[in-house]
């Protein structure tokens, strides 16, 4: 049984960083695609970076509203997904998300609120 435990959400004001963290158990960790999706009050879920590897290389894809400000890696060693997040605005405030690429898989969110 896969499980996903985020941590790292808090209050920032706008134009800070706040890095988040996601620990992968119950599957072979370096065998996932993982992603970051993200929740707004009153807003639909949107993915907001996602990483696979192959071969040892990592290949990421953003959401055009954070690339250049937020980065997603994975440390396979330590089982645990991040995501840096910088120059941080108001709209990035939301429940953000862990989730295995195929989507079967979710953490319970972290809050991040910008102001």
């Known amino acids: 049984h896969v499980q996903l435990v985020e941590s790292g959400g808090g209050s920032v004001q706008s134009g800070g960083s706040m890095r988040l963290s996601c620990v992968v158990s119950?599957?072979?960790?370096?065998?996932?695609?993982l992603a970051w999706f993200r929740q707004a009050p009153g807003k639909e879920r949107e993915g907001v970076a996602y990483?696979?590897?192959?071969?040892?290389?990592?290949?990421?894809y953003y959401l055009d509203s954070v690339k250049g400000r937020f980065t997603i890696s994975r440390d396979n060693a330590k089982n645990t997904l991040y995501l840096q997040t910088d120059s941080l605005k108001t709209e990035d405030t939301a429940v953000y998300y862990c989730?295995?690429?195929?989507?079967?898989?979710w953490g319970q969110g972290t809050q991040v609120t910008v102001s």
């Open positions: 990483i696979d590897q192959d071969a040892g290389t990592d290949y990421t």
């Open positions: 989730v295995t690429g195929d989507g079967n898989y």
């Open positions: 119950g599957g072979r960790f370096s065998d996932f695609a």
